[in-house]
T-cell receptor
Framework: GNSVTQMEGPVTLSEEAFLTINCTYT??????LFWYVQYPGEGLQLLLK?????DKGSNKGFEATYRKETTSFHLEKGSVQVSDSAVYFC???????????????FGKGTKLSVKP | AAGVIQSPRHLIKEKRETATLKCYPI?????VYWYQQGPGQDPQFLIS???????DKGSIPDRFSAQQFSDYHSELNMSSLELGDSALYFC?????????????FGSGTRLTVV
């Protein structure tokens, strides 16, 4: 079946450090890939997405490239800020039979703490 | 821009009580999804609706039921509550035919069962 595996946290970095959070997936067909961010006490916010192989999603300095050959969608940011402290979820979305959107499958989440 | 609205934001219930969570999708979105996120866990898909019909079912307990109404809002009904039902419940909405453009989540309802 479909699944998402992302690196275990927590990840603690100093401000301005480089961030990588690894995410790999298993899926049949051609999934879309997403990164969601959850700040303390809040809901899930879409950070970025990629809908086909070699697409690069980017937002707020974060980037992730859809790599079909390695089934990966690693999240990167060149210089993290204290305000980036949150839990990051990698997610996979597939198309149902008939072309409609199916539900999302999430990774376990990676908690990022950025220290000043 | 209008977002997905969930109510209430917080809910405290006792064991064996019943709870009803509400979700109001983004206007013109025709599909609603419910997710449950336990403490420190990833969100788990419960159930989804399209045009007032159940379209997909995940790990929803038999004690839970849900429906989508003619105005597209959805309600998740939870009966015989257990301590383990304490979680954050998210609703998301989308346009069914807009694959693969994703979903918009509400801020969630935090249910605490005591």
């Amino acid at each position: 079946g479909n699944s998402v595996t992302q690196m275990e946290g927590p990840v603690t970095l100093s401000e301005e450090a480089f961030l990588t959070i690894n995410c790999t997936y298993t899926a049949t067909g051609y999934p879309s890939l997403f990164w969601y961010v959850q700040y303390p006490g809040e809901g899930l916010q879409l950070l970025l997405k990629a809908t086909k192989a070699d697409d690069k999603g980017s937002n707020k300095g974060f980037e992730a490239t859809y790599r079909k050959e390695t089934t990966s969608f690693h999240l990167e940011k060149g210089s993290v800020q204290v305000s980036d402290s949150a839990v990051y979820f990698c997610a996979l979305g597939t198309m149902n039979y008939g072309g409609s959107q199916g539900n999302l499958i999430f990774g376990k989440g990676t908690k990022l703490s950025v220290k000043p | 821009a209008a977002g997905v609205i969930q109510s209430p934001r917080h809910l405290i219930k006792e064991k064996r009580e019943t709870a009803t969570l509400k979700c109001y999708p983004i206007p013109r979105h025709d599909t609603v999804y419910w997710y449950q996120q336990g403490p420190g866990q990833d969100p788990q898909f419960l159930i989804s609706f399209y045009e007032k019909m159940q379209s997909d079912k995940g790990s929803i307990p038999d004690r839970f039921s849900a429906q989508q109404f003619s105005d597209y809002h959805s309600e998740l009904n939870m009966s015989s509550l257990e301590l383990g039902d304490s979680a954050l419940y998210f609703c998301a909405s989308s346009l069914r035919d807009r694959f693969p453009y994703g979903y918009t989540f509400g801020s969630g309802t935090r249910l605490t069962v005591v």
